[in-house]
T-cell receptor, first 116, second 111 residues
Framework: DTGVSQDPRHKITKRGQNVTFRCDPI?????LYWYRQTLGQGPEFLTY????????KSRLLSDRFSAERPKGSFSTLEIQRTEQGDSAMYLC??????????????FGEGSWLTVV | QQPVQSPQAVILREGEDAVINCSSS?????VHWYRQKHGEAPVFLMI?????EQKGHEKISASFNEKKQQSSLYLTASQLSYSGTYFC????????????FGKGTLLTVNP
C-alpha cells in the first residue's frame, strides 16, 4: 500500500539557507496540496495543484516559497532564504478528483523543518 | 474562514463517549474529519457531504447540520487508541477542493 510519501522527513537548516521538500502523491491522484502545520495548530493551506497546473496559492505563501509539479506527478516545495518563522511541519496531501467534491484527501507523514 | 472546534481538549476513561463539534460561519459543501497522533500525519476518518451522504470509518459516526453549518463527531466506547488530536476540515463551494482546518481537539483516553 503506497500512500503519500515525503522526503526528507526531517531537515535542520541554518537561517538564510534554501531547502527543498519532495512529495510523491498516491499513484493516479491528480490533485496535490501542500499544507503547513505548527505546534498546536491545524494544517494551514499553502498551495494546490490539479495535475501540473498550480491553481491556487495562499496569501501566506511569500515569494520565498515556490512549488512545482512537473508532469503532474511528484511535487517539490522550495523555501529560499529560510527564516526561523518557517520552522514547521510541511504536509503534502493528494486526492483523486474527477470534478466532484467531497473526495478523500490523504496526507503524507510530513517534513519537519527546523531553522536555527 | 477557519472552522471553530469545541471542546479544545477532553479527557476520557476507556469505554466512555465523547462528542467533538465543528462549526463554520460559511456555507459548506463537505466536512472532513481526521485524527492525528503526535508527530504523525493526519489520518482520514470520515467525510460528510451536503445532502446527507457519509463516507468513512465504520466505528465512528458523525452528523452534519447543513442549516447551521455544524458537524459533530461521535466517539463511542472509547479505546486507548482513540487518543490524539481531532481536526475537522471544511470544504466550501468554489474553494478549489481544498480544506480549511480548525485548531483541533485533543482527546486523551486513559485506562
Amino acid at each position: 500500500d503506497t500512500g503519500v510519501s515525503q522526503d526528507p522527513r526531517h531537515k535542520i537548516t541554518k537561517r538564510g539557507q534554501n531547502v527543498t521538500f519532495r512529495c510523491d502523491p498516491i499513484s493516479e491522484h491528480n490533485r496535490l496540496y501542500w499544507y503547513r502545520q505548527t505546534l498546536g495548530q491545524g494544517p494551514e493551506f499553502l498551495t494546490y495543484f490539479q495535475n501540473e497546473a498550480q491553481l491556487e496559492k495562499s496569501r501566506l505563501l511569500s515569494d520565498r516559497f515556490s512549488a512545482e509539479r512537473p508532469k503532474g506527478s511528484f511535487s517539490t516545495l522550495e523555501i529560499q532564504r529560510t527564516e526561523q518563522g518557517d520552522s514547521a511541519m510541511y504536509l503534502c496531501a493528494s486526492s483523486l478528483g474527477q470534478g466532484a467534491r467531497g473526495n478523500t484527501i490523504y496526507f503524507g507523514e510530513g517534513s519537519w523543518l527546523t531553522v536555527v | 474562514q477557519q472552522p471553530v472546534q469545541s471542546p479544545q481538549a477532553v479527557i476520557l476513561r476507556e469505554g466512555e463517549d465523547a462528542v467533538i463539534n465543528c462549526s463554520s460561519s460559511k456555507a459548506l459543501y463537505s466536512v472532513h474529519w481526521y485524527r492525528q497522533k503526535h508527530g504523525e500525519a493526519p489520518v482520514f476518518l470520515m467525510i460528510l457531504l451536503k445532502g446527507g451522504e457519509q463516507k468513512g470509518h465504520e466505528k465512528i459516526s458523525a452528523s452534519f447540520n447543513e442549516k447551521k453549518q455544524q458537524s459533530s463527531l461521535y466517539l463511542t466506547a472509547s479505546q486507548l487508541s482513540y487518543s490524539g488530536t481531532y481536526f475537522c476540515g471544511t470544504e466550501r463551494g468554489g474553494s478549489n477542493y481544498k480544506l480549511t482546518f480548525g485548531k483541533g481537539t485533543l482527546l486523551t483516553v486513559n485506562p
